[in-house]
């Protein structure tokens, strides 16, 4: 007996390409049956306009854009125009999914949380990273409890310097340690529904590319109120040339044993003089098709986000606590005051 695949009519609208994961997003959006891409607003309008021809839909302003209708809305902007988008959807659509880094302060990211609750809005924020397969294998045998005790957690979350906004502090709110704590962070607090008690820090800045004026290496050091310890190197390690966004990989030591996992081992390597260097060709399943579908399922369903304002705000406030702890030298307690 086969089970009917939903699929009742969405309607979605894309606010910002400024982040990459938007075309990922927008390929994931037309791959669900059903749904449709009713237009594009970005505040590059060249940038806008050409999202939009490419995928045969409309450019139009904001307030055209939220009047469509909309089901839903995914803000792909700079992290620091969050908020703000966030602000004008709020109400006008009953579910948004926002890309990660939630904000870029406790106080603006309580803001966007508080907004949606009060015109009973569903928030979602993109943290990808879950939809991994041996991510959440992972996670199926933790809760299953094979493993006993679990003493300790060794994360790696590397990349290539991304350039753009991602170095203007002032639109991303930190470097390296703000882009890749949060993935990881937010798959531990997922893992064992517990937070983060304490963190401390080293922080490189420029430390690998001169001159960048921002952090590009990070070693966090952190417990969680579990009792479990952590370390996490973060960075932007990655020459330009490198294969994919990053390498989130976990070992974690337990009382029966030792696992590691690799959420970004599902590909092929195909040297190839017609390309001119070895890449990567993937196979298998697809995080960011994952992430989609699960936002897409939510708005169907008529179900709670999976993923949270307040597991955003939670996994960036580790972030923000490194900084503080690397600018201190000394640990950093959690929550933050």
């Known amino acids: 007996m086969t089970t009917a695949v939903n699929t009742k009519p969405v309607k979605i609208g894309m606010m910002s390409f400024a982040h990459g994961h938007a075309y990922s997003?927008?390929?994931?959006?037309?791959?669900?049956?059903?749904?449709?891409?009713?237009?594009?607003y970005d505040e590059?309008?060249?940038?806008?306009?050409?999202?939009?021809?490419?995928?045969?839909?409309?450019?139009?302003?904001?307030?055209?854009?939220?009047?469509?209708?909309?089901?839903?809305?995914?803000?792909?902007?700079?992290?620091?125009?969050?908020?703000?988008?966030?602000?004008?959807?709020?109400?006008?659509?009953?579910?948004?999914?926002?890309?990660?880094?939630?904000?870029?302060?406790?106080?603006?990211a309580q803001a966007m949380i508080d907004i949606c609750a009060k015109t009973n809005t569903k928030l979602?924020?993109?943290?990808?990273?879950?939809?991994?397969?041996?991510?959440?294998?992972?996670?199926?045998t933790l809760d299953n409890g094979e493993l006993g005790k679990v003493f300790a957690v060794q994360a790696?979350?590397?990349?290539?310097?991304?350039?753009?906004?991602?170095?203007?502090?002032?639109?991303?709110?930190?470097?390296?340690?703000?882009?890749?704590?949060?993935?990881?962070?937010?798959?531990?607090?997922?893992?064992?529904?517990?937070?983060?008690?304490e963190v401390y820090a080293e922080i490189g800045d420029s430390l690998l590319h001169p001159g960048l004026g921002i952090d590009d290496a990070g070693l966090l050091s952190f417990k969680l109120a579990n009792g479990i310890y952590g370390t996490l190197d973060t960075?932007?390690?990655?020459?330009?040339?490198y294969t994919t966004w990053g390498d989130v990989k976990i070992e974690i030591t337990a009382e029966n044993g030792l696992v590691f996992v690799d959420s970004l081992k599902q590909h092929l390597a195909v040297s190839s003089e017609q390309v001119g260097k070895t890449r990567w060709q993937g196979w298998g399943s697809n995080m960011d098709q994952g992430l989609i579908n699960d936002f897409i399922g939510m708005i169907r369903e008529d179900r709670a986000p999976s993923?949270?304002?307040?597991?955003?705000?939670?996994?960036?406030?580790?972030?923000?606590?490194?900084?503080?702890?690397?600018?201190t030298g000394k640990p950093v307690q959690l929550p933050l005051g």
């Open 44 to 108: 590059d309008t060249a940038r806008g306009q050409s999202a939009a021809e490419q995928n045969k839909t409309q450019f139009l302003s904001a307030e055209a854009l939220l009047a469509q209708d909309l089901d839903g809305v995914i803000i792909c902007s700079e992290n620091a125009k969050h908020r703000p988008m966030v602000e004008m959807a709020a109400g006008k659509v009953s579910h948004i999914l926002c890309e990660k880094t939630i904000y870029t302060s406790m106080a603006d």
């Open 156 to 197: 790696t979350n590397h990349g290539s310097m991304p350039g753009g906004w991602f170095i203007d502090k002032a639109l991303a709110g930190g470097g390296a340690v703000l882009d890749h704590t949060v993935h990881v962070i937010d798959v531990l607090r997922w893992f064992w529904g517990t937070e983060v008690t």
């Open 124 to 140: 979602q924020i993109a943290f990808p990273v879950r939809f991994a397969p041996t991510i959440q294998a992972l996670k199926q």
């Open 235 to 241: 960075s932007w390690s990655r020459l330009a040339s």
């Open 307 to 327: 993923i949270t304002g307040e597991d955003g705000l939670r996994a960036m406030e580790v972030a923000l606590a490194a900084y503080r702890s690397a600018e």
């Open 25 to 40: 997003y927008l390929h994931a959006l037309h791959n669900n049956p059903g749904v449709t891409v009713v237009g594009v």
